[in-house]
């Protein structure tokens, strides 16, 4: 069974700032996540972190919870890899 994906409103607006050609190879990437999350190589689990999974896309990092209870997971950001782990 195929994962929902939610994206939040962070993640949305993320998503509109990359330019035409990572957008597409980002969101080719969440299609093929929402069919088998956690058989891909580029898909990590976080430690310590306020997310619990990163998937890596070119230079880029998609960071992400999920519930395999129900089969969805919540996009909740995009970044740039030098970005991705910063923390606040």
Same mark, same amino acid.
């Given at each position: #069974?195929? +994962?929902?994906?939610?994206?939040?409103?962070?993640?949305?607006?993320?998503?509109?700032?990359? !330019?035409?050609?990572?957008?597409?190879? &980002?969101?080719?990437? &969440?299609?093929?996540?929402? %069919?088998?999350?956690?058989?891909?190589?580029? %898909?990590?689990?976080?430690? /310590?972190? /306020? %997310?619990? +999974?990163?998937?890596?896309?070119? !230079? +880029?990092? #998609?960071?992400? /919870?999920? !519930? /395999?209870?129900?089969? &969805?997971? @919540?996009?909740? @950001?995009?970044?740039? *890899?030098?970005?991705?782990? *910063?923390?606040?």
């Amino acid at each position: #069974m195929k +994962y929902s994906q939610i994206f939040t409103a962070t993640a949305i607006k993320s998503l509109k700032a990359i !330019d035409p050609q990572n957008k597409k190879r &980002i969101i080719e990437k &969440i299609e093929l996540l929402a %069919v088998n999350p956690f058989e891909m190589s580029n %898909v990590k689990k976080l430690v /310590d972190f /306020d %997310v619990s +999974y990163s998937m890596k896309v070119g !230079d +880029y990092r #998609m960071l992400f /919870d999920s !519930d /395999d209870s129900i089969k &969805i997971f @919540d996009i909740i @950001d995009i970044r740039h *890899r030098k970005e991705s782990y *910063r923390r606040s």
